[in-house]
């Protein structure tokens, strides 16, 4: 059974550092071609893409917030983080990770619950 | 980056009735050396994750009821629900993932009449 599972701080302050790991069970992340991404999403709003990592390490990145960003993994503990530096208000949203199977395509199949982290002084 | 553009933002339909939501992209995302469209599209219900309908333009998820369907090529995209169910009420994203960043529509509203 494919799961993943977000965690991490559900506040954090203007300038803060955001981690968030996501958990991930069914799958390894080590199998050819799989990739994993994170995706945010403001309260009534549309999603956004952040990062992604694939199966051999790569990782990519969306430019408009590239500086603030980084994705790693742990293949020993099935755990992808990701770290947003420098939070805003404007930064609050659900935070979702996603992994994409398929060899030839980025679309994801099967993604975390998701986590509202709000930035707020 | 790929702008996808969907309209209509939100739509009422009655129960039974067709729903047709449409997706543009500012650039093809079809690749001629497989010759598929890298577009996906995403059917969302509050306080949900997105879940996957449809891929590679007119590929139905595993599970997804055959009312949905997707079609299009290029840069004009379409899901259809043939016979909408009070169940099919959400918000769709279509989104392409031909380059990174992997971007998304902003989403179209389905409700009932």
């Known amino acids: 059974q494919v799961t993943l599972k977000e965690s991490g701080p559900a506040l954090v302050k203007p300038t803060q550092t955001l981690t968030l790991t996501c958990t991930v069970s069914?799958?390894?992340?080590?199998?050819?071609?799989?990739?994993v991404s994170w995706i945010r999403q403001p309260p009534g709003r549309a999603l956004e893409w952040l990062a992604r990592i694939d199966w051999n390490g790569q990782e990519f990145y969306n430019p408009s917030l590239k500086s603030r960003l980084t994705i790693s993994r742990d293949t020993s503990t099935n755990q992808v983080v990701l770290t947003m530096t420098n939070m805003d208000p404007v930064d609050t949203a659900t935070y979702y990770c996603?992994?994409?199977?398929?060899?030839?395509?980025?679309?994801?199949?099967?993604w975390g619950q998701g986590m509202l982290v709000t930035v707020s002084s | 980056d790929i702008v996808m553009t969907q309209f209509p933002d939100s739509l009422a339909v009655s129960l039974g009735e067709r729903a047709t939501i449409n997706c543009k992209s500012s650039q093809s995302v079809f690749y001629n050396s497989n010759n598929k469209n890298f577009l996906a599209w995403f059917q969302q219900k509050p306080g949900q994750p997105p879940k996957l309908l449809i891929y590679?333009?007119?590929t139905r998820e595993s599970g997804v009821p055959d009312r949905f369907s997707g079609s299009g090529s290029g840069t004009d995209f379409t899901l259809s629900i043939s016979s909408l169910q009070a169940e099919d009420v959400a918000v769709y994203y279509c989104?392409?993932?031909?380059?990174?960043?992997?971007?998304f529509g902003g989403g179209t509203k389905v409700e009932i009449k």
């Open positions: 069914g799958f390894s992340l080590t199998t050819i071609a799989m990739r």
């Open positions: 989104q392409q993932y031909r380059s990174v960043p992997l971007t």
């Open positions: 590679w333009a007119s």
């Open positions: 996603a992994r994409a199977p398929d060899p030839y395509g980025d679309f994801c199949d099967y």
